[in-house]
């Protein structure tokens, strides 16, 4: 594992004990132990990334409450956001992780010491790993191709001297999915009665970009599908400073260009 010790004085942390944050009394055993296994680990000043990633794929809780609001990590029970589940962890232990370094995580997915694909894979698991995939493709990917045909058609706009950019949005989700976005949404919706967050929120958003993603898949031609992953992640890579793109540069990246789908 090529995870060489940081740089020096990268570990000094401030040892006073923070407040624990409240526990959701449902989350399973597993994502308990993860908690405790996280902590107990910087305590000992083994290195923050490997700790982190151990307890990522210790976790088992698909969603809690954290913070007064629902917080969720599987996104349609397929699509696992890494980040949110590692933004959760990190207000565990604060206090005993340096936070320029958390600030470059969070923002660029970049660790100060170097983990390879193959530990990455070792320590998340298996199932994570697909699911994080599915996140990628679902979700980073998708939000991506929506930005970057907006960008088209706002530009189509204006070389023809159209200055209002009143629905432009509706016009993208017209080439893309070939319905509007509302139309879209109000389907998504009653298909979940019952979903259990309010209606504008994250978790309905990511949940609503996977299904979009899902739907396009199903009803497009492999080269269209291949053609539009190479579109969202060349418009990502110009003006979005994606975490997963400095996380994952190997294990997801390569198999985007080629236009591959996680989901199946």
Known sequence: ?????????????????????????DLTPESLEALDHLRAGLVVDRPWPVVL?????MWTSPSEMFQGRRRQ????????????????????????VPQTEWRQFSLRG??????????LRTLLGTAKVKGLLNYWYGVALEGALQAAVRDEVRKERMGVGMRSQAGVTDAAFMRIYGAKQGQLLQTFREQRSGFEVSPGDAVESKAFTYWLFKLRVNESEKTKVASDTR??????????PEPLLGLLPGLALLEAEAGNEAVG
């Open 110 to 119: 970049r660790f100060p010491l170097e983990i390879a694909e193959e530990d």
């Open 53 to 57: 990633l151990e307890a990522l794929g």
């Open 231 to 240: 579109k969202a992640l060349q418009w990502l890579r110009r003006r979005h």
């Open 73 to 96: 990590y599987l996104v349609e029970n397929e699509a696992f956001d890494l980040m949110a589940l590692a933004e959760r962890l990190g207000h565990e232990v604060a206090d005993l």
């Open 1 to 25: 594992m090529k995870t060489g010790e940081p740089r020096a004085n990268t570990n000094k942390r401030r040892r006073t004990r923070a407040t624990a944050p409240e526990r959701d009394p």
